[in-house]
């Protein structure tokens, strides 16, 4: 695993705190709940962590195994990006803003991983499949990201956020 791609979710779209993502990555979504659940039936996802508004972490898939989060993607050259790369999922609407809790949460988990794995790059999931997929989206701040991996120590683990 040498990419972290991010991603943003919420079930339904919008509303935060409910067990639907939960659901969803564990195959147990009752999609009879809600209108937009029903368009959802048959898609196997998952991710490897999901962070709450409030920071709290759920991991789904352990990172040396793949999860389903990428779908159809490449990033400099290289496809399949499930193959090669960790899957965050942050609680949040694609163009909308995220949480302090969100930001200082995915440094740490990010610290973490780069600790453990040659993690060279992070991006979002709008990097890997463009045109296809557009989060996190504009509401996610890769700066606010940058500087909350800066703050114990002067150089950043790893690119961030589709730098050149
Ligand atoms: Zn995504």
Redesign the pocket.
Known sequence: MTLVVV?SISLPPGEYGGDAIERLFTNRLDHAAHPYYEGLRGLEVSAHFVVRRDGEMLQFVSCDERAW?AGRSVWRGRENCNDWSIGIELEGLEGQSFEAAQYTRLARLMRALAARYPIEEAVG?QHVAPGR?G?PGPGFDWMRLRRALRSDRPRLPFAIGAEA
């Open positions: 991603h989060h999931h997929k989060d």
